[in-house]
């Protein structure tokens, strides 16, 4: 169940009222374990470029367990041999992808990666443009995937129906711990739908909804 207080209010955001989950970075009530910690730990995450990241994902580098790869603006072109070396990488554990130009194509070739994945903990896809088709996608993937515990959608021109097929997806994932969806388009029917899976989704303990403007009570 899902209500906003009047502090809520004043400050547009929305909270949920089950003990597990926190809307909007609200802190957690009555926890019964320690909310879920990030795995891209800042002091071990390297930064790198395509050309110097993709080897040694495809050498399976022991020494490669959080990545940042960096190169601003490149497309959906390179991601398919991203995903390939996601399928027989058992190290990697935490991947950023920030501001990449992906869109629902390169998302489709992540998902496909994802499937065949149990490393994995965390991925960031901050600032791209996967859009409904990219969400849908992703969350097709995390039907079969139980490893990611971590998915951050972050300004990815997501509405209702990219909301909608995510919400379906955590009706079923019981692995995934939080799920960003800050500073997209999914407005208030697509912020009721995924309020409404809290309720029967016990796994999940952050969902980022800022800057969506939205109060409701479900």
Known sequence: RATATKEDENKGHSR???????MHGSPLSSAPHPPFASTMAGAGCQRLSLAKAMPRLQANDPTLIQLDIFDNH????????????????????????DNMMIGPEGAAELANGLRGNTALKRLVLHRNRIKDEGAGVLADALGVN????????YLNEITGEGARRL????REN???KVLKLDHNKIGVEGAGMLANVL????????????????????
């Open 16 to 22: 949920t009222s089950a003990p597990r989950t926190r």
């Open 74 to 97: 490149a497309g959906d072109g390179w991601v398919g041999q991203l995903a390939d070396s996601l399928r027989g990488n058992t190290v990697l554990e935490g991947l950023d992808l």
């Open 146 to 153: 139980t490893a990611l515990l971590e998915l951050d959608l």
């Open 167 to 170: 919400a379906d997806m955590l």
């Open 174 to 176: 019981t692995a995934l």
């Open 199 to 218: 309720q029967c989704n016990m796994t999940l303990e952050e969902l980022g909804l800022e800057r969506h403007a939205l109060v409701f009570t479900v």
